[in-house]
């Protein structure tokens, strides 16, 4: 028997743009599922950067998207939207959300949503949205990976990055990732990547050494800028750039990019949250056909390395600015 859900909940608050004291519990109505989408009582969240992007007032919610913070949750559905399908009161979800999952109530499309895997409780499987959805559609929608190709991360060991290197491992990729630490050295090691410390050697020359100078076939960057250069000299013949953060700037004034035209390179990325619910549906249904089953079989599972509970978000996000985790930082929220 499912609970009628109450009128009002908790949520994380933001009272004026700022650093991470500027997040409070506050009191806001419980919102009213549109005519696609679920109600989920929220029973764990995820902390993403552009949650801390947005917390600073750098990255506004796309038109109709809910203000609250918050773009991955697992819990329970509640209600349906009049046209929503496919799932039932009381099943378990973990969702894409446009918005709104630092709350005990979310409503998200139907299509953005996916069943628990088995065997995952609430904070594993509210760990794999935002990173899972990312991953699978820059590395594979569009950056086309092969099972018999190289990849390159960068920032190996955040949510992003870890899951980059599980998937592609587990396609057979063979698979170098940057990191700033021995000990997340030691922790892409253990996922089966070959570590690179960028304070100790320069990635270029590392992967030069390391593949004999021939390169490898996909990079995937959050940096940006500063590595623009280093990563189109990484790249082999026919080899792709994919773009999908731009932590230290996105403008670039001294790139030659005559290596792109010489090694016949192809530049792309994207970002998640503008996406259509239709486009956001296909990389759902993908996952559940093909990303699903490694999960359930255990092949890989994702890494969390702290849980705090909704009350100490600003010690969440304190951790997420320091990149001193690795792999994801969570919410308890209902559980």
Same mark, same amino acid.
Request: with cysteine.
């Given at each position: 028997?499912?609970?009628?859900?109450?009128?009002?909940?908790?949520?994380?608050?933001?009272?004026?743009?700022?650093?991470?004291?500027?997040?409070?519990?506050?009191? !806001? +109505?419980?919102?009213?599922?549109?005519?696609?989408?679920?109600?989920?009582? *929220?029973? /764990? $969240?995820?902390?993403? &950067?552009?949650?801390?992007?947005?917390?600073?007032?750098?990255?506004?919610?796309?038109?109709?998207?809910?203000?609250?913070?918050?773009?991955?949750?697992?819990?329970?559905?509640?209600?349906?939207?009049?046209?929503?399908?496919?799932?039932?009161?009381?099943?378990?979800? !973990? +969702?894409?959300?446009?918005?709104?999952?630092?709350?005990?109530?979310?409503? *998200?499309? /139907? $299509?953005?949503?996916? &069943?628990?895997?088995?065997?995952?409780?609430?904070?594993?499987?509210?760990?794999?949205?935002?990173?899972y959805f990312t991953v699978w559609a820059n590395l594979f929608d569009l950056g086309h990976l092969g099972a018999d190709e190289t990849l390159l991360v960068h920032g190996g060991t955040s949510g992003i990055g870890i899951t980059a290197i599980q998937m592609a491992r587990a396609l057979g990729a063979k698979v170098y990732a940057t990191v700033g630490s021995e000990a997340k050295c030691a922790a892409v090691a253990a996922l089966g990547g070959i570590a690179i410390n960028y304070n100790n050697v320069d990635f270029a020359e590392a992967i030069s050494v390391a593949t004999g100078g021939a390169g490898v076939d996909v990079v995937l960057d959050m940096v940006g800028a500063p590595y623009t250069a280093r990563n189109l000299a990484v790249l082999r013949k026919g080899g792709r750039l994919v773009q999908i953060a731009f932590m230290q700037g996105s403008k670039i004034s001294d790139v030659d990019l005559l290596p792109v035209m010489l090694k016949r390179l192809s530049i792309t990325g994207s970002t998640m949250r503008p996406r259509s619910t239709a486009e956001k549906a296909q990389i759902a249904a993908s996952l559940k056909a093909k990303i699903w089953p490694w999960l359930e079989a255990g092949t890989f599972a994702p890494v969390i390395d702290r849980v705090f509970a909704l009350e100490d978000v600003g010690a969440a996000h304190e951790l997420m600015e320091s990149s001193a985790h690795i792999g994801k930082i969570m919410l308890r929220v209902g559980v």
């Amino acid at each position: 028997m499912i609970s009628p859900s109450p009128s009002t909940m908790r949520f994380v608050d933001i009272a004026a743009p700022g650093g991470p004291g500027a997040m409070r519990i506050g009191q !806001t +109505a419980v919102p009213v599922p549109r005519d696609d989408e679920i109600l989920i009582r *929220v029973a /764990a $969240a995820g902390v993403n &950067r552009p949650d801390v992007q947005q917390r600073k007032g750098a990255y506004p919610p796309p038109p109709g998207a809910s203000p609250i913070l918050g773009l991955e949750a697992a819990g329970e559905v509640v209600e349906l939207g009049a046209a929503a399908e496919g799932f039932f009161p009381g099943d378990k979800v !973990t +969702a894409l959300c446009n918005g709104g999952a630092y709350a005990e109530y979310v409503a *998200v499309p /139907a $299509a953005q949503c996916l &069943r628990w895997p088995r065997g995952f409780d609430a904070i594993q499987a509210a760990a794999l949205p935002e990173t899972y959805f990312t991953v699978w559609a820059n590395l594979f929608d569009l950056g086309h990976l092969g099972a018999d190709e190289t990849l390159l991360v960068h920032g190996g060991t955040s949510g992003i990055g870890i899951t980059a290197i599980q998937m592609a491992r587990a396609l057979g990729a063979k698979v170098y990732a940057t990191v700033g630490s021995e000990a997340k050295c030691a922790a892409v090691a253990a996922l089966g990547g070959i570590a690179i410390n960028y304070n100790n050697v320069d990635f270029a020359e590392a992967i030069s050494v390391a593949t004999g100078g021939a390169g490898v076939d996909v990079v995937l960057d959050m940096v940006g800028a500063p590595y623009t250069a280093r990563n189109l000299a990484v790249l082999r013949k026919g080899g792709r750039l994919v773009q999908i953060a731009f932590m230290q700037g996105s403008k670039i004034s001294d790139v030659d990019l005559l290596p792109v035209m010489l090694k016949r390179l192809s530049i792309t990325g994207s970002t998640m949250r503008p996406r259509s619910t239709a486009e956001k549906a296909q990389i759902a249904a993908s996952l559940k056909a093909k990303i699903w089953p490694w999960l359930e079989a255990g092949t890989f599972a994702p890494v969390i390395d702290r849980v705090f509970a909704l009350e100490d978000v600003g010690a969440a996000h304190e951790l997420m600015e320091s990149s001193a985790h690795i792999g994801k930082i969570m919410l308890r929220v209902g559980v």
